[in-house]
């Protein structure tokens, strides 16, 4: 697990530069530690401004089909690819076009040496924020082990939990 890690959306929300105005600063600090259940993942969004925030926690098992450190060179090949696919996050949580989300910010781990997670979080700067209505989401077609991701939805005018599954190609923002 990332315990460890401070993630962009997490210095931002506890730090109280992002949705200060709602109390909202330690939403996410519950969620730091979440269970490492393989097929379930965790995904964290925040809407502040301009700013468009997400962060993704997957167990490896879930994006390379296994979860130690690449023994051949088809499992070496799958962390290449699993790193790519998270190096282009608008196929896997695209803004609404019309938003003119920009991303201005990437971080990506890939951890396999002891069954963790992967994490990746992105910034995005969006000229048109009032045009930002959702995300669409094709994470699952992408990864097909996953099963679901909980996620944690903070706007400047909402706070939401629900869990996504494959059916859902939308996430409302």
Do not use: W
């Amino acid at each position: 697990m990332l315990s460890s890690r401070f993630s962009i959306l997490r210095i931002l929300l506890l730090g109280g530069f992002a949705l200060g105005s709602l109390g909202l600063h330690g939403a996410l600090a519950q969620e730091a530690d979440h269970d490492h259940v393989h097929g379930v993942g965790q995904l964290n969004v925040a809407v502040d401004g301009d700013l468009l925030l997400i962060e993704l926690i997957s167990p490896a098992m879930d994006l390379l089909g296994f979860a130690h450190s690449p023994q051949t060179e088809i499992q070496r090949l799958a962390v290449d690819a699993a790193r790519a696919h998270l190096q282009a996050p608008e196929r896997l949580f695209a803004p609404t076009p019309a938003a003119g989300c920009v991303r201005i910010a990437t971080e990506i781990e890939i951890e396999i040496e002891l069954d963790v997670d992967v994490y990746a979080s992105y910034a995005f700067d969006c000229q048109h924020p009032l045009a930002l209505r959702e995300l669409s989401i094709g994470f699952f077609e992408t990864f097909p082990d996953a099963r679901a991701l909980r996620v944690q939805l903070l706007t400047e005018t909402r706070q939401d939990a629900l869990e996504l599954s494959p059916d859902d190609q939308r996430l409302p923002l």
